[in-house]
């Protein structure tokens, strides 16, 4: 039974097209992660959300954009995809963040841009 | 946040125990060693997790050191199913809400 559930598994969008990812959780967490890992990297993130109150890493392109309509759904907003942001985008969440809590990963979106 | 140091890849046989190192000097007396695991193309996927003692759980042994510089993931019997990218993390709750931050991780291969 999928807890975290990112569609699509693929995306492929055009240089400089709008696109979103989704996720949605089952678990009913109050935190929910937006990752970016490139081939062969680490997962990096991008910005979290706790309940409402949204989170940026400071080092997130402004081209990156997140909204958490409800506490089940959360999408990444990239609004003039480039080249470089091909990668997968990892979804996740956590009850409420703490350090001896366990974080729960979608099955991830693998976008391509041409 | 406090750093911690992996080797890049280990190869195992199958069927033998792996452990995993993993080096953390300048972990804080707070801070939790996290372990996860990421299987080609899926998302990563929780371990096991401790703060001193040893821990147990279906899929794996966590040792700890006594001073916590250091600790070690055990694989008891590995698979094929247990080749993934195996990263260590603290957890600790500086940058607020607790975020959880990867590094590179170990890449196990198993040999059949």
């Known amino acids: 039974d999928a807890m975290v559930i990112q569609n699509p598994r693929y995306q492929v969008t055009q240089f400089g097209k709008p696109v979103t990812l989704s996720c949605s959780q089952t678990?009913?967490?109050?935190?929910m992660y937006w990752y970016q890992q490139k081939s062969s990297q680490a997962p990096k993130l991008l910005f979290h959300?706790?309940?409402?109150?949204?989170?940026n890493e400071a080092d997130t392109p402004d081209n990156f954009q997140s909204r958490r309509p409800n506490t089940s759904f959360c999408f990444l907003d990239i609004r003039s995809p480039g080249l470089g942001d091909a990668a997968m985008y990892l979804c996740?969440?956590?009850?409420?963040?703490?350090?001896?809590?366990?974080?729960?990963f979608g099955s991830g979106t693998q976008l391509s841009v041409l | 946040d406090a750093k911690t140091t992996q080797p890049n890849s280990m190869e195992s046989n199958e069927e033998e125990p792996v452990h995993l190192p993993c080096n953390h000097s300048?972990?804080?007396?707070?801070?939790?060693i996290h372990w996860y695991r990421q299987l080609p193309s899926q998302g990563p996927e929780y371990v096991i997790h401790?703060?001193?003692s040893n821990v147990n759980n279906r899929m794996a042994s966590l040792a700890i050191a006594e001073d916590r510089k250091s600790s070690t993931l055990i694989l008891h019997r590995a698979t094929l199913r247990d080749a993934a990218v195996y990263y260590c993390?603290?957890?600790?709750?500086?940058?607020?809400?607790?975020?959880?931050?990867f590094g590179i991780g170990t890449k196990l291969q198993v040999i059949p």
């Open positions: 401790g703060l001193t």
């Open positions: 959300y706790y309940d409402k109150d949204f989170n």
């Open positions: 300048t972990i804080s007396g707070t801070d939790y």
């Open positions: 996740a969440t956590s009850f409420t963040g703490g350090r001896n809590e366990k974080l729960f």
């Open positions: 993390i603290l957890r600790d709750d500086s940058g607020g809400y607790q975020k959880v931050t």
């Open positions: 678990l009913n967490h109050n935190v």
